[in-house]
């Protein structure tokens, strides 16, 4: 079943175009990160991943970045296709902080064909 | 490779009640974790087993538990249930911990009346 927010920001695209998907981490100590994408009725799927000792991390279609400075996270997603519609989760760990891994809030993406 | 399995896939409860949900992991995974995901509060870590001992526990009362075999399955348990528990309860199981690739199951939705 629906299992994500009612009030979630969200991003229409058009298909084959790029989508950016922004996210502010809260925690300067955080060392790694992740992205995750959840489609309805399932648990989330990993994307991507970045440690923080780097800037850019580039996969397949997407693309990681990481700005310290100020603490944002970004997931650039190319030429975007219908099968990207879905919730986006990025995600924070400390070791530090013991390891718990932190979650945003998400961002709905709707891919228009 | 078998993904992770959740079972009960769906579950109704009143509230007063207690609740236990499985988890098996992917063959060789020794970490699980377990997290809960609502509209209001989004994703959420619970806490982390690792080799049947529990390594790192989030901000939730000690109604909420949990324990792992030697088989890395796991369960967790609710006890006392309130109409507040309402939740997609969704387990991840990774090699090492929550500092890598998690890979979740498709959850269990519990609804309390």
């Known amino acids: 079943g629906e299992s994500v927010g009612l009030h979630l920001p969200t991003l229409s695209v058009q298909e084959g175009d790029n989508s950016i998907i922004n996210c502010a981490y809260s925690n300067s100590a955080s060392d790694y990160f992740i992205w995750y994408k959840q489609e309805s009725g399932k648990g989330p799927q990993f994307i991507i991943d970045i440690r923080s000792n780097m800037d850019k991390r580039q996969g397949q279609r997407v693309t990681v970045l990481l700005n310290k400075t100020v603490k944002h996270l970004s997931l650039q997603i190319a030429a975007t296709q219908p099968g990207d519609s879905a919730v986006y989760f990025c995600a924070e760990i400390s070791k530090a902080a013991g390891n718990k891994l932190t979650f945003g809030g998400g961002t709905r993406v709707l891919v228009k064909p | 490779k078998a993904g992770v399995t959740q079972t009960p896939r769906y579950l109704i409860k009143t509230r007063g009640q207690q609740v236990t949900l499985s988890c098996s992991p992917i063959?060789?995974?020794?970490?699980v974790s377990w997290y809960q995901q609502t509209p209001g509060q989004g994703l959420q870590f619970l806490f982390e087993?690792?080799?049947?001992?529990?390594?790192n526990k989030g901000n939730f009362p000690g109604r909420f538990s949990g324990r792992q075999f030697s088989n890395s399955r796991s369960e967790m348990n609710v006890s006392t249930l309130e109409l507040g528990d309402s939740a997609l309860y969704l387990c991840?199981?990774?090699?090492?911990?929550?500092?890598?690739?998690?890979?979740f199951g498709s959850g269990t939705q519990l609804s309390v009346l």
């Open positions: 991840a199981s990774s090699l090492q911990g929550v500092g890598e690739k998690l890979f």
């Open positions: 087993y690792f080799s049947e001992t529990q390594r």
């Open positions: 063959s060789g995974h020794r970490s």
